[in-house]
Nanobody, 125 residues
């Protein structure tokens, strides 16, 4: 079992920055890849970014490229999402996800085995 707890969500104005954190616990040695997803009001959960381990890489959705940075500190079992130049359309609940069974792809919800409860990010114009 892996437990994930997100933090760092806040209400900010457009153009601001936030850093989300995701603390992993439990059988963290079994985590292969990790990712961030978000769910905006009235929409389905969507992929934001992923950090893969083999090979080490980062993947972003188009709207996140150039504004968001995902990073993983394996020594601290923590995943981060640094967000800058935030826009009202970034308003959503942000979820951290962990993949323990290697499978093709890291950009779909089906690719992940464990999820956190989410942290709310609200961006006002």
């Amino acid at each position: 079992q892996v437990q994930l707890v997100e933090s760092g969500g806040e209400s900010v104005q457009a153009g601001g920055s936030l850093r989300l954190s995701c603390a992993a616990s439990g059988r963290t040695f079994s985590i292969v890849n990790m990712g961030w997803f978000r769910r905006a009001p009235g929409k389905e959960r969507e992929f934001v970014a992923a950090a893969t381990s083999v090979p080490p890489s980062t993947i972003y959705t188009d709207s996140a490229k150039g504004r968001f940075t995902i990073s993983r500190n394996t020594a601290e079992d923590t995943l981060y999402l640094q967000m800058s130049d935030l826009k009202p359309e970034d308003t959503a609940v942000y979820y951290c996800a962990a993949q323990i069974r290697r499978r093709d792809g890291v950009t779909t919800t089906a690719a992940y085995d464990y999820w956190g409860q989410g942290t709310q990010v609200t961006v006002s114009s």
